[in-house]
């Protein structure tokens, strides 16, 4: 078990006054099955009215509005999480039909179920577990794909990061839950935060079908998720885990910024 102090910080920055200012937030850690979270600052500007809720994956979100004229929003989020990340561990309810069947951003091609028979060519003769072919297969996608900033957008597909063989790391979570689900494995999107200075963070949970025992990887980083991560919200792709959604009126432009920093007490 390690011990982490997490900070998240979102700041928007307009150009001019903004109205009519609605949000939606799903950047709050909580706890669950391997993290402990113990809330120490919960800071945003404050809105007219802020209330809070749960998507269907069991997320927490906050959402409220902000009407009057401004030209920043910030959110400071810190807290200390104890983390004990298993291989393997229950959570019960977790199996949505979302995390056996692909979504447009997961779903596979051609180029990608080639590229999985490959890849099944090759457990087959090392006759693999189920943790082994897990890990397998989120090493091959490591060794095929290239991490390159920019070349990549949110509505980017599993199937078109794969073409370009580039991407981040939603573009990692999207090919790996892809390529789980088609061999049969529910998979799940996490995004959350990782030891060190950043931005947010995404990998996978994949469960166990005989089991039903979850396991959580980062293909982006060739490797379990262990104590270092700290997960936000889980779904079937990004889309179900936006950390910041808004929409206000104005004529203006917007710059964002956000910083991360998890470090171990």
């Keep these: 078990m390690k011990r982490n102090h997490f900070v998240y910080r979102m700041c928007s920055d307009f150009s001019a ?11 709050i850690p909580e706890t669950n099955p391997c993290q402990k979270i113990i809330l120490e600052k919960q800071d945003l500007k404050m809105p007219d009215w802020i209330s809070s809720g749960r998507d269907s994956f069991g997320n927490f979100y906050l959402y409220g509005k902000e009407e009057k004229p401004h030209i920043n929003f910030e959110v400071v989020i810190e807290g200390e999480a104890d983390v004990e990340r298993k291989r393997g561990y229950e959570w019960c309810g977790r199996i949505f039909p979302n995390c056996i069947y692909p979504t447009d951003l997961t779903l596979c091609n051609d180029k990608m179920i080639a590229f999985l028979s490959d890849c099944i060519s090759k457990i087959k003769k090392k006759q693999r577990n189920f943790e082994d072919t897990v890990f397998f297969l989120m090493q091959e996608v490591y060794g095929f794909m290239e991490y390159v900033p920019g070349v990549t957008t949110v509505k980017t597909t599993a199937r078109e990061a794969f073409s370009m063989k580039k991407g981040v790391c939603q573009d990692y979570a999207h090919i790996l839950c892809g390529l789980y689900k088609k061999l049969g494995y529910p998979s799940c999107y996490v995004a959350g935060f990782m030891s060190g ?27 379990w998720a262990d104590d270092g991560y700290l997960s936000v919200s889980y779904g079937a792709d990004s889309s179900d885990c936006v950390m910041n959604r808004g929409l206000y009126r104005g004529f203006c432009t917007e710059e964002q910024k956000i910083s991360v920093l998890v470090k171990e007490r």
């Design 17 to 27: 006054p903004v109205t009519d200012h609605s949000f939606t937030l799903k950047c």
């Design 197 to 223: 200075e950043g931005a947010s963070h995404a990998w996978v949970s994949v469960c166990d079908p005989q089991t039903g025992l979850w396991y959580e990887i980062d293909p982006t980083n060739n490797k």
